[in-house]
Structure formats: structure tokens, C-alpha cells
């Protein structure tokens, strides 16, 4: 594949280097070269210099011929408007933009790319972590609206179905584990103490589930 | 008419003060807190909104949604193009305008990101100024079509190559036309026939290559400066 990466900096560096190490071709973009210096040193892809939004700079980094563009610099603004150039402009049918600022995270979804927003990521993480270390999360979509969580079913509440225990919005069963063996329950299943309840819920399903698991 | 203007610098400022002073509803977006000291100090206060105009919270607070036009003045050209984006894509403003900073960006400015009208200061002033160097005498009454064209007037001097020759005789360049022609202090509707005296004032609409073939047709035999050593 070939692949633009804007902005060279800890993301953008990063990104990079995976992809040049599992053997495709990347083109990154910068508009100071020392921000090239953030790049592994065995890195042997292209490096590009110039203001982003100019159209000769774009040319030259090859976005003609791009199979994907990243737009990761900590400009949202920056992040936006190329992504949306390589989609309008150059017809690029892999985009992906970087949110840095979790103010933005409207205008992005105003443009409808792929947006990764790693500080909202992160902080709602922190977040679920602090609350209540017992009920893991084990996948999360999109920029984790929804998440799948797990959680073992605690004593009392053995006997009840799981139709009593989970919220009646905000989330869906996945998937219930006894003794090593995964099942598809529905609401009326009876809960067996020690059972692992996978469930994909919103945050706030979340947490009305750690509030139902924590009373009896 | 309500206008929302994104960015209290020079340019956000000035045309807030002009629309102000034209009774129009004006709210302006600024963020920077040495700016906002500024804007404080020369506008009302219920004119100016704190906050970042790609936070769409602080434009709906603005009033984004019944704003009639968006003026995008701030200094970042990608700010300024993803606001008139959002502005008709979320909120259907009708007639978005963005400032140009860096003319390299002006390729940007157009329905790709729902630009309506680009105002690239720096390329019109050195058209301006380019214009003022080669055309002499000649002078830009109005522009046109933001000038692509222009209302030029332009005095017949003594010796100039059109004098004498019918107006359908003359080589006049393709996108151009004479509009009038004051001879005397009277003004004469040119005709085909219509030819040039030295003194006329020639009216004429013309694109910018039209305007310079014109200034050559019309002008005098002048003498060559001779080169500097």
C-alpha cells in the first residue's frame, strides 16, 4: 500500500514507522524537518517538507497515487481540511484523521471521515478505571461510544435472570461464559454466581450497571 | 441582516465596526484574550462572543443558525475554510465568506470546502498595484465581476495610434467595449462609425489583458526613458 502520513510528529512518527515496517510504502509530511528527527532512525521511507495545504507540496509527497492518507498533526483544523481535499480532490478512498482537540470532534464528524480521538480515548479509559476496576472493557467501537464490557457475576445475585440485572437501555448481552464454555443468553437466563457476562453498552449503560452490580 | 464574524483581528474588527455602523445585526467570535481586551474597548459588549469559533458551541451561541452570512476572518486559512464547511453543511447559512492569509491556500477557497466569496487581500492589492504600474494614465472607475473586469476611463492624448480611425476600424481586444466617449464635456454614445479626437475620454468595460491592449491603442508617442546605467 501506499500511504501519506501529515505530520511527523509522536502519532504521526509512529504511525509511520509501523507502517514502513510491515512493508509499505509511506510518504511523510512535515512542515519543518526537524520534526523528521522524531522518526526511527532506520525508517526508510520518503520524507516531504513543505506547507501542507499548498498543492505543489501535496503533489510532490504523491497523494495522486496514495491508497490511504493519514492526517495526524496537532492541528485539527490542518487534519481536517487535507483529509478533505484527499477525498474531494484526489479521490482517496482510505482516510483517516487525528482529533487532537476534543472540541473539534463536531466539525470532524461534520466532514465524515474516520476520526481517531485519542484524548477523549483516553480520558473516558481513566475514567471507566477509576470507577469500578471490576468490570473490564474488552473492545471498544468507533471512539468508544459503545464498548463491550466484561464482568463476573457477583453472589448475590445468583439465581436472577440477566434480564433483572442489566439496564433496560443503553446496553446488549454479547455473550454469557460457564465453566469455559460461551453461550448466547437472553434476558430470561437464570445468572449462576461466577458466570462472565459479556455485555456492549454506552457509558452511561456502563454505569448503571456498576450501580446495579454493587446493591444486592 | 445578521452576520456572524469569525475572528476579532484587522480585518474581523474593521468589517465589524463598517456593518455596525450600517445597522446591520453583527456578532463577532474571538478567542485571543489580548484580542478580546481590544474588541472590548471599541464594541459593544453584546457584539462580541469568547470562545473558539470551531467549537460549534460558541458558534451556536452566536447564533449560527439563523445567521444570514458567515464571515471566516480569522488568521489560520484551515479554520477559516472549515468554518464556512460547517456553516452550510450543519447550519444552512446561505452565503458563507472566508479571508485568504496565505495566497499559496486561494485554490482552497471554493465550493470544495462551500467558500462562497475568497477574500485573498494580498493578490488583490498586487493586482492593484501591478495594474497602477502598466497602465499609465489609465484609471479604474469600477471593478467588476470581483475584477475579472472593470469600468476604465481614459483621456485620448495627442498622437495616440486611435486618432482619427472609426471605432469598427480599430483593433479593440476581444473582451472589451466602449462604453461612452466625452468629448467636450458632452457625452457621445459611440457607434461604429464613432471615430477619436485627442482630448476624448474614452469609457470602456474590459477584462485585464483588454485593459492593457487598450492603454497601448490609446496611448502617445512617449518618450523612452532612457535605461538607467
Known amino acids: 500500500m501506499n500511504v501519506i502520513v501529515v505530520g511527523c510528529g509522536r502519532v504521526g512518527a509512529d504511525l509511520a514507522y509501523r507502517l514502513y515496517k510491515r512493508g509499505h ?7 519543518l524537518a526537524s520534526a523528521f528527527n522524531n522518526l526511527e532512525p532506520d525508517f526508510r521511507g520518503r ?23 493519514a492526517t495526524v498533526t496537532n492541528s485539527d483544523a490542518i487534519n481536517a481540511v487535507v483529509a478533505h481535499i484527499a477525498h474531494v480532490v484526489y479521490h482517496i478512498r482510505t482516510i483517516v484523521v487525528r482529533n ?6 463536531r466539525v470532524h464528524e461534520a466532514f465524515g471521515r474516520q476520526v481517531v480521538s485519542s484524548a477523549s480515548w483516553g480520558a473516558q479509559r481513566m475514567e471507566e478505571l477509576i470507577y469500578d476496576p471490576n468490570v473490564y472493557r474488552v473492545f471498544s467501537a468507533g471512539n468508544g461510544e459503545v464498548e463491550i464490557y466484561e464482568f463476573a457475576v457477583p453472589e448475590p445475585w445468583a439465581g436472577r435472570t440477566l434480564g433483572e440485572l442489566l439496564p433496560p437501555d443503553q446496553c446488549a448481552v454479547v455473550a454469557l461464559t460457564r465453566a469455559g464454555r460461551a453461550t448466547l443468553p437472553d ?3 437464570r445468572l449462576e454466581a461466577g458466570d462472565l457476562i459479556d455485555i456492549s453498552a454506552t457509558l452511561e449503560g456502563a454505569d448503571a450497571l456498576r450501580k446495579q452490580l454493587a446493591k444486592p | 441582516m445578521f452576520v456572524i464574524i469569525a475572528g476579532g483581528g484587522r480585518t ?18 474571538e478567542h485571543r484574550r489580548d484580542i478580546l481586551s481590544h474588541l472590548h474597548r471599541e464594541l459593544p459588549t453584546e457584539v462580541i462572543y469568547e470562545g ?5 458551541r460558541v458558534l451556536e451561541e452566536a447564533g449560527i443558525k439563523r445567521a444570514q452570512v458567515l464571515a471566516a476572518c480569522t488568521a489560520e486559512d484551515a479554520d477559516n475554510l472549515a468554518l464556512c464547511f460547517v456553516a452550510r453543511t450543519q447550519y444552512q447559512v446561505p452565503r458563507t465568506i472566508a479571508q485568504v492569509n496565505d495566497p499559496r491556500n486561494a485554490w482552497l477557497f471554493d465550493e470544495k470546502f462551500h467558500v462562497d466569496v475568497a477574500l485573498n487581500q494580498s493578490e488583490v492589492l498586487a493586482s492593484l498595484i501591478e495594474e497602477e504600474m502598466s497602465l499609465g494614465d489609465m484609471m479604474t472607475l469600477l471593478k467588476l465581476r470581483r475584477g475579472q473586469f472593470s469600468l476604465v476611463e481614459e483621456k485620448i492624448p495627442p498622437g495616440a495610434k486611435a486618432i482619427g480611425v472609426a471605432i469598427k476600424d480599430l483593433a479593440l481586444p476581444e473582451q472589451c467595449v466602449i462604453a461612452g466617449v466625452i468629448r467636450k464635456g458632452k457625452m457621445l454614445v459611440p457607434r461604429g462609425a464613432t471615430t477619436f479626437e485627442a482630448g476624448d475620454e474614452v469609457l470602456a468595460v474590459t477584462d485585464r489583458q483588454g485593459a492593457e491592449q487598450l492603454a497601448a491603442l490609446f496611448a502617445g508617442p512617449r518618450p523612452v526613458r532612457p535605461p538607467v546605467p
Not at chain 1, 510504502?25 to 512542515?31: A, N, P, R
Not at chain 1, 487532537?100 to 470532534?105: F, K, L, N, T
Open chain 2, 52 to 56: 473558539q469559533a470551531t467549537d460549534l
Open chain 1, 47 to 69: 520524507t516531504v517538507e513543505g506547507e501542507v495545504l499548498n498543492q505543489d507540496v501535496l503533489r510532490r509527497a504523491g497523494i495522486a497515487h496514495a491508497d490511504a492518507v
Open chain 1, 25 to 31: 510504502q509511506v510518504t511523510v509530511l512535515d512542515t
Open chain 1, 187 to 189: 434476558r430470561d437466563t
Open chain 1, 100 to 105: 487532537y482537540d476534543p472540541h473539534w470532534r
Open chain 2, 12 to 29: 474581523g474588527s474593521q468589517l465589524t465596526m463598517l456593518l455596525l455602523g450600517q445597522k446591520h445585526d453583527v456578532h463577532l467570535i
